[in-house]
T-cell receptor, first 115, second 114 residues
Framework: EADIYQTPRYLVIGTGKKITLECSQT?????MYWYQQDPGMELHLIHY???????EKGDLSSESTVSRIRTEHFPLTLESARPSHTSQYLC??????????????FGPGTRLTVT | GENVEQHPSTLSVQEGDSAVIKCTYS??????FPWYKQELGKRPQLIID?????GEKKDQRIAVTLNKTAKHFSLHITETQPEDSAVYFC?????????????FGAGTQVVVTP
């Protein structure tokens, strides 16, 4: 089934650890995004990508990095996790822009807790 | 850049009543305005969207209106039901943004009480 997947769904990790949050979509979308969201709160764009080997930083400054080596895969990495990184991370994708649809499809999210 | 303001931040309504959420945007170049619903513990999902060449759009109990001159758009939910309880986000996208980036409002927590 065409969808957008995120793993892990929940992660509790100690300060200083390196972590990678995985995001994959099987919808053939070219554009992908990472948002940071505290529960029920505003969505903050932290990274986005137009396609393979194309990544940009979003509006909210983040210490994370991303890569886009394959169209369907857009992982986010934190080299050294800190308690301030505790949040929910949502991945999203959208199709090539057409006259009819500009929808962003969201993954289920990864809830990260750094102790 | 674009700035989207959303009001109110919380909204409590009796089941069967109507709910209205309002958003204003700053960039007159914005031309696409989606609304997302996020239930507790779930992912945001698109419920309705409107483009700048349309003034109103309806889908069953939900409708969105757009006033380009005043740069504001609103979500209307009629005959509210308990399953309408969620956080609702408005967003705007600039016509010149080929990246498809959305600027989201801060969200409205809607609680429908039986």
């Amino acid at each position: 089934e065409a969808d957008i997947y995120q793993t892990p769904r929940y992660l509790v990790i100690g300060t200083g650890k390196k972590i990678t949050l995985e995001c994959s979509q099987t919808m053939g979308h070219d554009k992908m995004y990472w948002y940071q969201q505290d529960p029920g709160m505003e969505l903050h764009l932290i990274h986005y990508s137009y396609g393979v080997n194309s990544t940009e930083k979003g509006d909210l400054s983040s210490e994370s990095t991303v890569s886009r080596i394959r169209t369907e895969h857009f992982p986010l990495t934190l080299e050294s996790a800190r308690p301030s990184h505790t949040s929910q991370y949502l991945c999203a994708s959208s199709p090539p822009r057409t006259g009819s649809s500009s929808e962003q499809y969201f993954g289920p999210g990864t809830r990260l807790t750094v102790t | 850049g674009e700035n989207v303001e959303q009001h109110p931040s919380t909204l409590s309504v009796q089941e069967g009543d109507s709910a209205v959420i309002k958003c204003t945007y700053s960039d007159s170049a914005s031309n696409y305005f989606p609304w997302y619903k996020q239930e507790l513990g779930k992912r945001p999902q698109l419920i309705i969207d409107i483009r700048s060449n349309v003034g109103e759009k309806k889908d069953q109990r939900i409708a969105v209106t757009l006033n380009k001159t005043a740069k504001h758009f609103s979500l209307h939910i009629t005959e509210t039901q308990p399953e309408d309880s969620a956080v609702y986000f408005c967003a705007a996208r600039r016509t010149t943004d080929s990246w498809g980036k959305l600027q989201f409002g801060a969200g409205t927590q809607v609680v429908v009480t039986p």
